[in-house]
DNA sequence: GCTCCCAGTTTGGTCGTACCAAACCAGAGC
DNA sequence: GCTCTGGTTTGGTACGACCAAACTGGGAGC
């Protein structure tokens, strides 16, 4: 009975064939056998090669591309991308953009930046290496010097903040404070012509610097906390 | 008329009519034209509406349901879903189980759960409110009673940490706990035969509770800590 | 021999039609 | 009122065709 065989794996798949080459080729990717920068076959071969319609093989294609196992640019076969978190991030990205719409939306990522970075402030303080502490100093100088260009000034005040994400050498982590500011960026730049706002800004990561560079993991999540909700306070202002 | 604007968008962007296609629905969405259980239309009114193939169509509701906005079974109207974070990170789903066949993967992630939960256990013990410590006692009750069902402690377990996670009443952060259940929920499952640990983690909980109700961050973290850090012990030995 | 250009080929994107199977629906027959 | 039944709806799949842009190879012109 081949034929109740096929429909039973049909039906256990939902009844999608598509479905199953997708699965076959993340399959491949997953075991190395189609390594980062390798080229999937062209959708004709692909047709040849397992069977199916052009239907199926561009809808499995579809699916690799939707997930960030491979990037498909039109004509041009599609070129397999190892996954990472940042891939794995990018795919939640137009859904979060949804999501913020609504206050809340924003508030809650916000607060979930907020407790990250304050975890991370209290990790810095207690286990930051010199190296890392002049990485900071470095960054923090050149906020310092950008406080009279908010273009740059920003720039500077991510590369801040990022550190914080980078000492861990957690990518999981540095992936995630990517998300973060892409995310928050498009309520971030309404507030960059605040200027005056620039210097208050530097002040407060220099109590952070001050507080991680003495190893007072309390001193470090209290200053980050107040610069973050004061921040806060700047968003929102702007929304009302 | 409606057909004529699409065709000039379309020509503007020189391909891709599916994306187009995609982003009039996602606005819908984000706009509230179309409601969470709302139906799609069926994919050959979509077609007639918008003046493109078939192929197009499928291909956008594809795109939708990839991104976790649609829910689309076989010969049922696409129904919509208003995004969640929880429906973001389904999206990261194929993705991040790849991730977790290189050991490092499961590390990071790790990591980042105990950063995370090392936070939310500090804020626990500065926060909680009567009715959440209750919230607690309970799950640590339900905990020690399961002590001897491996499968029933999993669960008690996987509750207990979960209401750190929704004492924030953060979506985002209630997501993530899911996020990191599910991901890790892999390597967890080697490890439930050792009942002997049973006893041994219900006992870290017993000190996490403790310091929460005492209202003393340092040691809910330090009780959190290490009681996370020993489960990751178990998990890397089962490994090697 | 080298460069440049052009026609033919590859390849993804789109379209249209046709058919299937399961779900749905409405009316016949009891 | 109930069930059975056949037509209709709807998503899944298959072919086949055409387009436009990128690629390729080889010949024209220097």
Redesign the pocket.
């Known amino acids: 009975m081949a034929k109740d065989g096929v429909?039973e794996e049909?039906?256990a798949n939902?009844?999608?064939?598509?479905?199953?080459l997708f699965r076959t080729f993340s399959e491949m990717i997953a075991r190395g056998e189609l390594k980062e920068g390798d080229?999937?076959?062209?959708?004709?071969?692909i047709?040849e090669t397992y069977?199916?319609?052009?239907?199926?093989?561009?809808?499995a294609?579809?699916a690799l591309a939707n997930r960030g196992l491979v990037e498909?640019?039109?004509?041009?076969?599609?070129v397999v991308r190892r996954p990472s978190f940042e891939s794995a991030i990018d795919s939640m990205g137009s859904v979060v953009s949804q999501l913020m719409g609504e206050p809340d939306g924003v508030r809650n990522l916000f607060e979930t930046r907020i407790l990250t970075e304050a975890g991370l402030a209290r990790e810095a303080a207690r286990h930051a290496t010199p190296a890392d502490i002049s990485k900071l100093a470095r960054a923090l100088q050149a906020n310092r010097e950008a406080i009279h260009d908010s273009v740059q000034f920003y720039e500077t005040d991510r590369r801040f903040h990022g550190l914080l994400f980078e000492m861990t050498g957690n990518p999981v982590l540095i992936a995630t404070h990517r998300a973060f500011v892409e995310w928050l960026a498009p309520q971030w730049v309404q507030m960059q012509k605040l200027r005056d706002r620039n210097a208050t800004n530097y002040e407060a990561h220099v109590e952070i610097f001050d507080a991680i560079q003495k190893g007072d993991p309390d001193a470090a999540e209290a200053a980050l906390r107040r610069h973050l909700a004061e921040a806060w306070e700047q968003v929102r202002g702007t929304f009302k």
Chains 1, 2 share one sequence.
């Open positions: 429909r049909r039906a939902r009844g999608r064939a598509a479905d199953e080229t999937l076959p062209p959708e004709r071969e047709v069977g199916v319609s052009r239907t199926v093989a561009r809808e294609v579809q498909a640019r039109p004509r041009f076969r599609p």
